[in-house]
């Protein structure tokens, strides 16, 4: 069996290991807290930031979903506005954290390695009661809805959850969705992917493997233009299932300080810069498509003369 197979073979069975792999830590690019503003002052005490500068640091877990968090695997950075928003009040309160490399794990595994106690924070989660009792949510930072998405140019019927049961559909694993989509779609007709592999996802409704998929609305358009997936587009947007992203602590007592401290921060927060940082896949296309096209011209030039 080769390295990767055995490695993978491991992870699978235990996959806690990958926090503690011998692995390249990634990094946050926190010099996008310089967004974030308070729309009023937010009071902390001194000595609430004496205790927090002494806990040890925080083992966080992270997830490539723009414009949330984007990992750049060339130079393995976070940036996004689930960054902005963490290191912001992170410097303020005197934390310190460490990001785990966990690339290789679901998003629920990277769920459950919070609620046991393997990792102490995911950067980003939508609420939901089940995983709520299991752990600490901090308030949102960032809202989004879900969407189906399908080739362009089919007109599929489906104007809610319930119209997907006849059709074949991809979704990824541990979403605060999969429960609903489950008890609606029959097993033989659902296809579950990693969070890593939701490229393979897009790529199945391309090939036709599957139907349809269900995705978060702003992570398709950032990927749309990031991975050139103009063949797909959204048919519905779920809107009366909204998923409000905050952080999510596991459960100990200095776990709720902290959780009460971001809360004070959240309360006062404006993201709006921040948010018009990173929403950023159409003009990456359009600065990239720009690049090109005088790349072209360039070569035609030379070819030319």
Same mark, same amino acid.
């Given at each position: 069996?080769?390295?990767?197979?055995?490695?993978?073979? *491991?992870?699978?069975?235990?996959?806690?290991?990958?926090?503690? &792999?011998?692995? #390249?830590?990634?990094?946050?690019?926190?010099?996008?807290?310089?967004?974030?503003?308070?729309?009023?002052?937010?009071?902390?005490?001194?000595? =609430?930031?004496?205790?927090?500068? %002494?806990?040890?640091?925080?083992?966080?877990?992270?997830?490539?979903?723009?414009?949330?968090?984007?990992?750049?695997?060339?130079?393995?950075?976070?940036?996004?506005?689930? *960054?902005?928003?963490? &290191?912001?009040?992170?410097?303020?309160?005197?934390?310190?954290?460490?990001?785990?490399?966990?690339?290789?794990?679901?998003?629920?595994?990277?769920?459950?390695?919070?609620?046991?106690?393997?990792a102490d924070v995911f950067l980003l989660l939508?609420?939901?009661?089940?995983?709520?009792?299991?752990?600490?949510?901090?308030?949102?930072?960032?809202?989004?809805?879900?969407?189906?998405?399908?080739?362009?140019? %089919?007109?599929?019927? *489906?104007?809610? +959850?319930?119209? +997907?049961? #006849?059709?074949?559909?991809?979704?990824?694993?541990?979403?605060?969705?999969?429960?609903? *989509?489950?008890?609606?779609?029959?097993? #033989?007709?659902?296809?579950?992917?990693?969070?890593? @592999?939701?490229?393979?996802?897009?790529?199945?409704?391309?090939?036709?493997?599957?139907?349809?998929?269900?995705?978060?609305?702003?992570?398709? =358009?950032?990927?749309?233009?990031?991975?050139?997936?103009?063949?797909?587009?959204?048919?519905?947007?779920?809107?009366?299932?909204?998923?409000?992203? @905050?952080?999510?602590?596991?459960?100990?007592?200095?776990?709720?300080?902290?959780?009460?401290?971001?809360?004070?921060?959240?309360?006062?927060?404006?993201?709006?810069?921040?948010?018009?940082?990173?929403?950023?896949?159409?003009?990456?296309?359009?600065?990239?498509?720009?690049?090109?096209?005088?790349?072209?011209?360039?070569?035609?030039?030379?070819?030319?003369a």
């Amino acid at each position: 069996m080769g390295w990767q197979r055995f490695q993978g073979w *491991v992870l699978r069975r235990a996959p806690w290991l990958a926090l503690c &792999c011998a692995l #390249p830590t990634a990094a946050l690019a926190c010099e996008g807290a310089r967004h974030i503003r308070l729309r009023q002052p937010v009071s902390i005490s001194p000595q =609430e930031k004496a205790e927090f500068r %002494q806990l040890a640091p925080l083992r966080v877990l992270a997830v490539d979903a723009p414009p949330m968090a984007r990992y750049d695997p060339a130079s393995k950075t976070y940036s996004g506005i689930g *960054v902005d928003v963490w &290191c912001f009040i992170a410097k303020d309160l005197g934390l310190r954290y460490d990001i785990l490399p966990a690339q290789d794990l679901t998003v629920a595994d990277k769920l459950r390695q919070v609620q046991d106690g393997h990792a102490d924070v995911f950067l980003l989660l939508s609420q939901q009661p089940d995983r709520a009792r299991l752990g600490l949510f901090t308030l949102p930072y960032y809202e989004s809805y879900y969407a189906v998405i399908a080739r362009k140019g %089919q007109p599929l019927p *489906v104007h809610g +959850l319930a119209d +997907l049961a #006849p059709y074949r559909v991809g979704l990824v694993k541990g979403v605060a969705l999969e429960p609903r *989509v489950q008890a609606i779609v029959a097993p #033989p007709r659902l296809t579950s992917f990693d969070q890593a @592999g939701s490229k393979g996802m897009f790529q199945a409704l391309r090939d036709g493997a599957v139907d349809l998929a269900v995705y978060s609305r702003d992570i398709f =358009e950032e990927k749309r233009y990031t991975h050139e997936l103009f063949d797909l587009e959204v048919i519905h947007t779920l809107r009366d299932d909204p998923r409000a992203y @905050g952080f999510y602590f596991s459960p100990s007592p200095a776990h709720q300080r902290i959780v009460a401290a971001f809360d004070r921060y959240l309360a006062a927060i404006d993201t709006s810069a921040s948010v018009a940082a990173h929403v950023i896949g159409e003009r990456q296309f359009i600065e990239r498509y720009v690049a090109q096209r005088s790349q072209r011209a360039m070569w035609q030039t030379t070819s030319v003369a």
